[in-house]
């Protein structure tokens, strides 16, 4: 990602999942739902995701009490599929996430932009906590099976 000297945070999981299940569960809008939040006191009750390259995607991220929620949406500028996908937000910050298979583990990699409003730690921690969430998502649905 071509952060243009601008900051940058990155977060980093390993997920222990084939790399097509990986793939499956970050883009398929009723997987994100399940995993795309912080803590138990979170949730996303709404994602649209068009996956290519020029369409949008919509996540509504809140606490489920109701008292804060937000829109992360933006505009995809870069997939492929397995690989890589990279976007820009509606604020116009970038982010890019990648997957590496190693073995039977899958390293996802997001990298991007912080916002200016909010301390930089507490957004690694937000992403990382996100990313967790995942990992707990895919492996929990594989032992499952």
Not at 51 to 77: C, H, Q, T, W
Not at 126 to 131: E, G, I, R, S, Y
């Amino acid at each position: 990602m071509d952060t243009s000297g601008k900051a940058s945070i990155t977060a980093i999981v390993d997920v222990h999942a084939p790399l097509e299940t990986v793939w499956a569960a970050w883009n398929t809008p009723g997987d994100i739902m399940q995993w795309n939040n912080v803590t138990d006191e979170w949730h996303t009750p709404t994602v649209e995701n068009d996956l290519r390259p020029g369409a949008r995607f919509l996540y509504v991220m809140g606490l489920k009490d109701g008292s804060f929620n937000f829109n992360f949406e933006g505009i995809y500028d870069e997939v492929k599929a397995y690989e890589l996908i990279s976007y820009t937000l509606d604020d116009g910050r970038k982010s890019t996430i990648t997957f590496k298979a190693h073995g039977e583990t899958v390293r996802v990699t997001e990298v991007f932009e912080p916002n200016n409003s909010d301390p930089i730690e507490m957004q690694s921690a937000f992403c990382q906590a996100v990313l967790h969430s995942f990992k707990r998502h895919v492996e929990g649905n594989l032992a499952k099976l």
